[in-house]
C-alpha cells in the first residue's frame, strides 16, 4: 500500500481535513537549515489542493516558512501515514476574530504520498485532549476553525 501518489487530496482525505485533526508539520529551520517538527491541530482543508492552519504568529513555524516555503505535513488517517507536500505562505499575520496572536499559513499541496510501511496499517489513530479549561478550550477552538473556514479572510 505503501507509495501511492498523488497531487491533491483524495475525497477521504479532504473529509479528515474538515475539521481539527492531529498533524505533524515539517519545516526547515531558518537558522540552522535543518528539518525541524511540530505538532498542529488547528488544521483546515478549503478544498483538495489546499491546507490552512494557525499558528502562534511569533512561532518558528512562520519564521520558517517566510525563510524556506516548502514544508510536509504528515497526516494519520484512513487506515495508513500520509505525507502532503508543498509550499506554505503566511497568508494572515494576525487572525481576526480569535483572541491569540495566530497566523493563518495557507499551503498548496504539490504532492501526496502514502508512507505508511509495507505490510500494515494504522488500526489506532493518536489522539489528543486539551490540558486547560474544557470550555475555554472548546470556545478557542471554534473561533480557530471558523477563521481558517473564512475564505474572505486570505490576504
Do not use: C
Request: charged fraction near 20%; glycine fraction near 6%.
Amino acid at each position: 500500500m505503501a507509495e501511492t501518489v498523488a497531487q491533491s487530496l483524495s475525497e477521504e482525505l479532504l473529509s479528515l481535513l474538515q475539521k481539527e485533526r492531529f498533524v505533524m508539520l515539517s519545516t526547515m529551520d531558518h537558522e540552522t537549515g535543518g528539518p525541524t517538527l511540530s505538532a498542529l491541530s488547528w488544521i483546515y482543508a478549503p478544498d483538495s489542493s489546499t491546507i490552512r492552519f494557525a499558528v502562534d504568529n511569533r512561532s518558528r513555524i512562520v519564521k520558517n516558512i517566510k525563510a524556506s516555503p516548502g514544508v510536509a505535513i504528515g497526516l494519520f488517517g484512513a487506515g495508513s501515514v500520509y505525507s502532503i507536500i508543498g509550499n506554505a505562505r503566511v497568508a494572515v499575520e494576525k487572525m481576526e476574530d480569535v483572541p491569540l496572536k495566530l497566523a493563518m499559513i495557507e499551503m498548496e499541496i504539490e504532492l501526496v504520498r502514502d508512507v505508511m510501511f509495507y505490510g500494515s496499517r494504522i488500526s489506532t489513530e493518536p489522539t489528543y485532549e486539551k490540558t486547560y479549561d474544557p470550555g475555554a478550550a472548546a470556545k478557542l477552538d471554534n473561533q480557530v476553525m471558523a477563521s481558517l473556514k473564512n475564505t474572505s479572510a486570505q490576504s
